[in-house]
T-cell receptor, first 114, second 113 residues
Framework: DAKTTQPPSMDCAEGRAANLPCNHS???????VYWYRQIHSQGPQYIIH???NNETNEMASLIITEDRKSSTLILPHATLRDTAVYYC???????????????FGTGTRLTIIP | NAGVTQTPKFQVLKTGQSMTLQCAQD?????MSWYRQDPGMGLRLIHY???????DQGEVPNGYNVSRSTTEDFPLRLLSAAPSQTSVYFC????????????FGQGTRLTVV
């Protein structure tokens, strides 16, 4: 799986859009970008994933650059409950023979400021 | 729809004791896995299963056993607990078609003294 690089921490004002960047310059053509978050002491929570087109769901939007070497997760109206560690993960969609794990790394600690 | 259920939520063991962490999912997912999370180290894969009767090792399997007799259940057994196994354990399941779309349980916080 391609390695990802994320800033260790970010702050965002409540009600504003939180934009979390992720670099994945070694991503291969069949690898997807996944985003998860982990709120303190809870299990990781899936947010969104995409291949090359921008994606949006009820939680967030995912913007992937045309060359697919980086992406941005956007939380459009951040609330205090969005304070968490956010993980950007790259892996294939289906069978990933010999490498079944999701590599979480250290993520970005996002703090929403009241 | 309960999703992924882990029991117990908290456990204290003495060194050398054995125990089983339970994990059950009700989404008919073929793929299940166990991770441990330690401070500053992220989540590390212990064991995984791609279906009933099929299991394989992850990156940190030593000291742990698994079995998968049904699609729903994937228990993790600690054979002889050691202080190094003090950690938070997460179970996850994924649909076969989208392996990266994992549903995690709420975790079991294990302390070995």
């Amino acid at each position: 799986d391609a390695k990802t690089t994320q800033p260790p921490s970010m702050d965002c004002a409540e009600g504003r859009a939180a934009n979390l960047p992720c670099n994945h310059s070694t991503i291969s053509g069949n690898e997807y970008v996944y985003w998860y978050r982990q709120i303190h002491s809870q299990g990781p929570q899936y947010i969104i994933h995409g291949l090359k087109n921008n994606e949006t769901n009820e939680m967030a939007s995912l913007i992937i650059t045309e060359d697919r070497k980086s992406s941005t997760l956007i939380l459009p109206h951040a609330t205090l409950r969005d304070t968490a560690v956010y993980y950007c993960i790259v892996r294939g969609l289906r069978n990933n023979f010999g490498n079944e794990k999701l590599t979480f790394g250290t993520g970005t600690r996002l703090t929403i400021i009241p | 729809n309960a999703g992924v259920t882990q029991t117990p939520k908290f456990q204290v063991l003495k060194t050398g004791q054995s125990m089983t962490l339970q994990c059950a999912q009700d989404m008919n997912h073929e793929y299940m896995s166990w991770y441990r999370q330690d401070p500053g180290m992220g989540l590390r894969l212990i064991h995984y299963s791609v279906g009933a009767g099929i299991t394989d090792q992850g990156e940190v399997p030593n000291g742990y056993n698994v079995s998968r007799s049904t699609t729903e259940d994937f228990p993790l057994r600690l054979l002889s607990a050691a202080p190094s196994q003090t950690s938070v354990y997460f179970c996850a399941s994924s649909p076969t078609q989208v392996r990266g779309r994992a549903f995690f349980g709420q975790g079991t916080r294990l302390t070995v003294v």
